[in-house]
T-cell receptor, first 115, second 114 residues
Framework: GAGVSQSPSNKVTEKGKDVELRCDPI?????LYWYRQRLGQGLEFLIY????????KSGLPSDRFSAERTGESVSTLTIQRTQQEDSAVYLC?????????????FGAGSRLTVL | GQNIDQPTEMTATEGAIVQINCTYQ??????LFWYQQHAGEAPTFLSY????GLEEKGRFSSFLSRSKGYSYLLLKELQMKDSASYLC???????????????FGAGTQVVVTP
C-alpha cells in the first residue's frame, strides 16, 4: 500500500482481556518496528523484524506481549491479560534497507485504552 | 544499552532560530535521526546523520559529533506550524544484527509564539 496501515485505530478493552493490533507495512519494506507511546511521553521501542525474524525483542515489557510477522508483510502485536498500564498508542513503522539511512515510515497508530 | 537525552521543552518566537541538543550513549552507533511529531499524529522523518558534520535541508539543519555523542537540530525562520515535538533517535547495532534497532529520546516540545 501507499502507507503503513494500522488497525484498529482505537480499541477500548477491559482489564484482563487479550487484544491484537495489526500492522500492514509499505509493500517491499523488509523491516518492521513496533513502538509504544504513553500520553505525553516519547517512543518506547518494543520489537523489530527483519523479514520474518526478530533480531531484537528486548523492548517487550513482559511475557504478556508477543509479536509475529508472516510473509514479510503483516505483523500482529498481541497483548494478553491487559493491564491499565498497557494503555497507550502503539505505533508501527516500516523501512527498506537502502545502504544508508533506513528511514522509518510510521502508521497513524492504534490507541489502546484498558479500563 | 543506550541513553538519549534532550531538553523537555523550548519556546521561541516566530522568525527566530532554535537549536535542540541531543546527547547519547550507545554501544554500537549506526546513525542518528531527527523526527517531528505534531500532537496526535505519527512522527515524520526530518534528517539523518551518520558521519560527523552538518547536514542542511531547507530551514532545518542537523549536526553530529560522534566522538562527543552529540547532535543538534537547528530550526531557522521559525513558523507557527513548527510547533511540535522533535525526537532524536539513535540506531544501535549489536554485533549479531546488521541493521540495529532505532531508539528514541523522550522528545523536545517546541512552542512557537507570535
Amino acid at each position: 500500500g501507499a502507507g503503513v496501515s494500522q488497525s484498529p485505530s482505537n480499541k477500548v478493552t477491559e482489564k484482563g482481556k487479550d487484544v491484537e493490533l495489526r500492522c500492514d507495512p509499505i509493500s517491499g519494506h523488509t523491516a518492521l518496528y513496533w513502538y509504544r507511546q504513553r500520553l505525553g511521553q516519547g517512543l518506547e521501542f518494543l520489537i523489530y523484524f527483519q523479514g520474518n525474524s526478530a533480531p531484537d525483542k528486548s523492548g517487550l515489557p513482559s511475557d504478556r506481549f508477543s509479536a509475529e510477522r508472516t510473509g514479510e508483510s503483516v505483523s500482529t502485536l498481541t497483548i494478553q491479560r491487559t493491564q491499565q498500564e498497557d494503555s497507550a498508542v502503539y505505533l508501527c513503522a516500516s523501512s527498506y534497507y537502502a545502504g544508508g539511512a533506513n528511514v522509518l515510515t510510521f502508521g497513524a497508530g492504534s490507541r489502546l485504552t484498558v479500563l | 544499552g543506550q541513553n538519549i537525552d534532550q531538553p523537555t521543552e523550548m519556546t521561541a518566537t516566530e522568525g527566530a532560530i532554535v537549536q535542540i541538543n541531543c546527547t547519547y550513549q550507545t554501544s554500537g552507533f549506526n546513525g542518528l535521526f531527527w523526527y517531528q511529531q505534531h500532537a496526535g499524529e505519527a512522527p515524520t522523518f526530518l534528517s539523518y546523520n551518520v558521519l560527523d558534520g552538518l547536514e542542511e535541508k531547507g530551514r532545518f539543519s542537523s549536526f553530529l559529533s560522534r566522538s562527543k555523542g552529540y547532535s543538534y537540530l537547528l530550526l531557522k525562520e521559525l513558523q507557527m506550524k513548527d510547533s511540535a515535538s522533535y525526537l532524536c533517535a539513535v540506531r544501535d547495532r549489536r554485533s549479531t544484527d546488521s541493521w540495529g534497532k532505532l531508539q528514541f529520546g523522550a522528545g523536545t516540545q517546541v512552542v512557537v509564539t507570535p
